[in-house]
């Protein structure tokens, strides 16, 4: 009888134990400042700065505080939209904000099992096309012509600037992260940051020179002075700074950015007749269809004498206005003669 007791105790309804169900208590709420790490593993280092400065904008409109994934709403995600709009940030870059905490959400929503209450339907998450600004041949002259105090960060950022140029538009990323072991023979192969596609640089005389300004034995990095950076999103910003005021002490009113030199480098290239097909494949465009036709015909050969010919129209050509017949002159003359085998 005993036993009967004690069993009819613990068979008690009250005293039921549930399997299976936690405690809501002890799980920790999934938001959007700690999981933004989580969501950004297995991304570019591009994608990676986008996910932080959204969230880092959201917090902003939210009044400094974190937000729980589960408490993003479509009326809220207007709000932050309508936010941004009143402070004039431009539709791209809302966009980029938008993409980059879409992107997020929807991470942990798969992840997570959060609900998913489609609070970005309706917003605006699209490109709007934008003019590409660039210099011109006299503006990159210019630039080249200051006269600026050896060491300082200005002279570094013109160099950056110039580097970029005649390294056929590589993007300022690329730059940041370019080791010495990336040289192989006469050449730069490098990945692109943004797409991963492979991009061969033959080493011109102009890049050559800026190289060696900065070597250093003890440093694989073709630009040590980089190092000192932890993220490459600090020295962008002091980067773009030094740009523009470089364009200030130069007289280009065109307000340089990072990206001037890669758009400056296209838009000469496509002015002196280089075909398209050939400035895609130098830029480490991903392209398909007639584009792609013309790159898989396109040797490190050519490449090299692309970016020669734009060297000597930028750097060379000026000095040689009124010459006609000098050696330099009749070589270019005659490399855009050839390139009409390669149509646009």
Same mark, same amino acid.
């Given at each position: 009888m005993k036993f009967i007791g004690i069993f009819s105790v613990f068979s008690h309804s009250k005293h039921k134990v549930k399997v299976g169900k936690p405690d809501k208590a002890n799980v920790p709420v999934l938001t959007l400042n700690n999981f933004v790490t989580v969501a950004s593993k297995g991304v570019s280092e591009s994608t990676k700065g986008n996910y932080h400065t959204a969230v880092r904008s959201f917090h902003r409109f939210n009044k400094g505080n974190d937000i729980a994934l589960s408490g993003i709403t479509a009326d809220k995600v207007k709000a932050y939209e309508w936010w941004l709009r009143k402070r004039g940030v431009c539709n791209n870059t809302i966009s980029c904000y938008l993409r980059s905490l879409r992107a997020i959400y929807n991470k942990g929503v798969a992840k997570h099992k959060v609900r998913d209450a489609k609070p970005f339907k309706g917003v605006f998450t699209g490109n709007e096309?934008?003019?590409?600004?660039?210099? %011109?041949? /006299?503006e990159l002259q210019r630039l080249r012509m200051l006269a600026l105090s050896e060491g300082s960060f200005l002279a570094f950022a013109r160099d950056l600037f110039l580097f970029s140029f005649c390294a056929m538009g590589m993007p300022p990323i690329d730059i940041f992260y370019l080791r010495y072991s990336q040289v192989r023979g006469s050449a730069i192969t490098y990945r692109r940051q943004k797409t991963g596609n492979m991009v061969?640089?033959?080493?011109?005389?102009?890049?050559?020179?800026?190289?060696?300004?900065?070597? %250093?034995? /003890?440093?694989?990095?073709?630009?040590p002075r980089l190092g000192n950076y932890r993220k490459y999103r600090s020295f962008l910003s002091q980067y773009n700074r030094a740009l523009k005021a470089l364009a200030k002490k130069a007289g280009i009113e065109v307000p340089l950015s990072s990206y001037i030199p890669r758009h400056s480098w296209a838009s000469i290239a496509n002015e002196k007749g280089i075909p398209v097909g050939i400035i895609s494949q130098a830029l480490g465009h991903s392209n398909v269809g007639t584009t792609q036709y013309y790159l898989d015909r396109v040797d490190n050969s050519v490449m090299k004498k692309t970016n020669e010919y734009l060297m000597e129209a930028v750097f060379v050509a000026p000095i040689h206005k009124r010459c006609t017949n000098c050696v330099k002159c009749r070589k270019s003359k005659a490399f855009l003669s050839n390139m009409q085998m390669f149509p646009n």
């Open positions: 096309p934008t003019v590409k600004t660039s210099l %011109k041949a /006299s061969v640089v033959p080493i011109n005389e102009q890049m050559q020179v800026i190289i060696d300004r900065y070597r %250093k034995d /003890s440093s694989d990095l073709i630009f």
